[in-house]
């Protein structure tokens, strides 16, 4: 069915069509309305049966999640941000002891200083924490990929993260087809644990592991992992046989085929990099698109496979290894090993600076005659950037870096209550 709604709302409703019996719940912006449409959903028993349960932080969420599908429960949670990194403990717990929760991240900066606003640094830090990590260009594959989830790590027993945009999506009205219960339910079968905690067999998870078997335990982790990179296209496939769309997979190319210059990104961005791609074209450049839907696990083959035919690859990515420069892009360089090709890695969009289709043809115009630094920071401003630096070495006690710009720019910090 059709409809218009928040990117919170239809994720939401995608949730309780899998039918999951225990929700925990911890606000954070900007993954709130979700919870709470959940919450509204299971009050007036709209999903049922399901018990929705307020914790006291990320952290409890994680592990109440944690108990929830020890116990044999289909368990969902949602996070960003610090809230990603207060339960951080917790989630590698989950991957450890192989439980199939699925959670949402309304992807937001990580602090200091305090943002609120989208990039991919929240997920990223967590991306070797063993969970599957599937990011969402838009509302409706974000709906889908849910979905998807919730087969994927019931399959594997492995948590599965759905990545999707914070306030890019999550709070953007956008027109999606929700399915029906019966579509989910012909997708989606009734959970069955691979492993239950019941106290007629009792038996203990989690417990020490010492050097004799520790390492077999980790490679039996990053086995499944190695499984869903041929799961994930087989489920694709069988979706869209089942809801008449596709969503999900590993990749997608967009006008690849011939391209000499190919851009890789995760995520919203994608769209409007398709947008200016469109533009390019029909002004005659070669260029394409590479999106990222699988992060974890990194679908090499498949990156490798869009990018041969490249002369040059230019990878944008919301995020930042502080001291080397890109994560995504470091990712794809290990795809293209052995191929002789031009690679350069663009960091945008930090902290929800806008990436704007005028800054991506400048960007693009200048990567396909090589122009391009290995590493780019799109629209940094350089002058408050060397103002400060200037001030460093003027004065040791040069005061708070965020402050200092902010008064540059001419900007007042907002007071936190």
């Known amino acids: ?41 299971v009050k007036t028993g709209q999903l049922a049966p399901c018990e929705f349960i307020n914790v006291e932080s990320e952290f ?45 991240v309304a992807n937001r900066a990580i602090g200091a200083p305090i943002n609120i606003w989208n990039d ?103 086995a499944k992992q190695m499984e869903a990179l041929k799961l994930i296209p087989a489920y694709a496939a069988e979706f869209k ?37 469109d533009e390019m074209r029909a002004a005659g450049h070669r260029i394409g698109v590479l999106g990222i839907t699988l992060f974890r696990p990194f679908p090499i083959e498949g990156v490798r496979a869009g990018l041969q035919g490249a002369k040059r690859v230019v990878v944008l990515e919301k995020s930042m290894a502080v001291g080397l420069g890109g994560i995504l892009s470091t990712n794809v360089r290990m795809a293209l090993s052995g191929l002789h090709m031009h690679g350069y890695t663009v960091i945008a969009g930090l ?12 960007l693009f115009l200048k990567a396909e005659k090589d122009a391009l630094e290995h590493v780019t920071f799109l629209d940094l401003d350089w002058a408050i950037v060397n103002k400060q630096l200037e001030r460093e070495k003027a004065r040791r006690r040069s005061g708070p870096v965020a402050e200092n710009l902010l008064r540059d720019i001419g900007v007042v910090a907002a007071r936190n209550y």
């Not at 967009?254 to 200016?276: F, R």
């Open 1 to 41: 069915m059709l409809k218009q709604c928040e990117g919170s709302r239809a994720v939401a409703e995608a949730v309780a069509l899998c039918r999951p019996e225990v929700v925990c719940a911890y606000p954070i912006s900007p993954q709130t309305h979700i919870v709470e449409a959940l919450g509204e959903m």
């Open 60 to 104: 409890a969420a994680m592990s109440v999640a944690i108990g929830a599908s020890a116990a044999g429960a289909r368990s969902y949670t949602a996070t960003a941000s610090q809230g990603l990194l207060f339960m951080a403990e917790a989630v590698f717990n989950a991957s450890g002891l192989g439980l199939p929760i699925v959670m949402t």
């Open 120 to 222: 991919h640094s929240d997920a990223l830090a967590l991306r070797d924490a063993g969970w599957i990590q599937l990011f969402a260009e838009n509302n409706q594959e974000a709906l889908d990929l849910h979905i998807q989830a919730f087969r994927l790590g019931e399959e594997l027993s492995l948590p599965v993260m759905v990545c999707m945009d914070g306030f890019i999506l999550t709070h953007a009205y956008e027109r999606v087809d929700m399915p029906t219960q019966e579509q989910v339910d012909a997708y989606l079968p009734k959970y069955e644990p691979r492993q239950v905690l019941d106290p007629a067999e009792p038996v203990s998870i989690g417990a020490m592991v010492g050097p004799e078997a520790f390492m077999e335990v980790r490679y039996l982790a990053h």
């Open 241 to 277: 046989q089942v809801f008449g769309r596709d969503s999900g997979g590993l990749t997608h190319t967009y006008h690849c085929e011939d391209a000499e210059t190919i851009v890789v990104a995760m995520g919203s961005v994608l769209g409007t990099i398709k947008d200016v791609v």
């Open 351 to 362: 902290g929800g600076r806008a990436i704007t289709k005028k800054s991506l043809m400048g």
